[in-house]
């Protein structure tokens, strides 16, 4: 299994809407980065990377759902959990046929037709997963997935441009409301209590 690629500048001080679009960025990446040749049905593998790549994208995109339009962000998800049950079709038959080859290499000789009889059922699988996934990623590129995942990322980033300007703008204003009164001075509004006499017995 390929390792997650690293999200670089996250950290606990990190803006909830800064880190969405950084995330979702880098696991939409990986996800079409892990798409080629991912119909090659001699090297499994791609699909298993790229089937995980989908579970991570699909696990940021609900945890920083509320940083994105909702109705951009609803038929985003749906699309990448759409095009996981298609990865899923064709992974299935994968690990059943390896699983069977392994099995065929240490059985008695005379199992042979049996095993070659379940094997040629779940080729048949495969290849019905292949064309399940084949449409799938078709209707990926036609829906412009790639490109409505970088405007999520896009909406993320100006919602924190905004947070920020306007924490910074708050700042002003109050350090504004500290310079009228006088910064650790009594000022105007401050309550003073008169000098004591001192009381003598």
Do not use: W, Y
Not at 48 to 69: G, K
Not at 76 to 101: C, F, H, S, T, Y
Not at 137 to 166: H, I, K, M, P, Y
Request: charged share 35%.
């Amino acid at each position: 299994m390929a390792r997650a690629r690293d999200v670089e500048g996250l950290d606990p001080h990190t803006p909830f809407a800064r880190a969405a679009a950084r995330a979702v960025s880098v696991r939409a990446e990986e996800l079409f980065e892990h798409s080629a040749d991912v119909l090659d049905t001699q090297d499994i593998e791609r699909v298993h990377d790229m089937r995980v790549a989908t579970r991570r994208l699909r696990a940021v995109l609900e945890i920083f759902a509320p940083c994105f339009p909702a109705d951009q962000h609803r038929p985003v998800l749906k699309d990448v959990k759409r095009l996981a049950d298609a990865l899923g079709a064709r992974r299935d038959p994968d690990v059943q046929l390896e699983a069977l080859d392994r099995l065929a290499a240490v059985v008695r000789k005379v199992e042979g037709p049996g095993l070659e009889a379940f094997a040629v059922r779940l080729r048949a699988e495969q290849e019905a997963g292949n064309e399940t996934l084949a449409a799938a990623l078709q209707e990926a590129r036609t829906g412009a997935l790639a490109e409505r995942l970088r405007a999520l990322v896009a909406a993320a980033q100006r919602s924190a441009d905004e947070a920020e300007a306007q924490a910074d703008e708050d700042a002003t204003a109050l350090d504004g409301d500290r310079a009228d009164t006088g910064t650790g001075k009594p000022g105007d509004g401050d309550i003073r209590v008169a000098d004591e006499e001192p009381v003598t017995a």
